[in-house]
């Protein structure tokens, strides 16, 4: 059973923090890399940030760069996505995706999404 669970999600005041996680099962973890995406009412899913092997590897859509961090724990098969300063703009679901590198298949994978919401 392939299960990919984000957690973390909740309701928070403009400048304030919270930290994302993505349980995954059911797979080869180190054979993926991980994206998170979100998606605010009325519009499209966008790409927040992905991470291949390590934190180095990592990038960042423009609006988040120096205020969110992505990263995995391969020993927990984790992935995080550290959030600070946030903003109203901020505001949405947030999806985990897995998906397969190249030289081991073509497989991916979605979680069923968390509700961020930064407001005072």
């Known amino acids: 059973q392939v299960q990919l669970v984000e957690s973390g999600g909740g309701l928070v005041q403009p400048g304030g923090s919270l930290r994302l996680s993505c349980a995954a099962s059911?797979?080869?973890?180190?054979?993926?890399?991980f994206t998170w995406y979100r998606q605010a009412p009325g519009k499209e899913r966008e790409s927040v940030a992905r991470i291949v092997y390590t934190s180095s590897s990592a990038n960042y859509t423009d609006s988040v760069k120096g205020r969110f961090t992505i990263s995995r724990d391969d020993s927990k098969a984790a992935v995080y996505l550290q959030m600070t300063s946030l903003k109203p703009e901020d505001t949405a679901v947030y999806y985990c995706?897995?998906?397969?590198?190249?030289?081991?298949?073509?497989?991916?994978?979605w979680g069923r999404g968390t509700q961020v919401t930064v407001s005072s």
């Open positions: 995706n897995a998906a397969s590198m190249p030289l081991f298949g073509s497989n991916n994978y």
């Open positions: 059911g797979f080869t973890f180190s054979s993926y890399y």
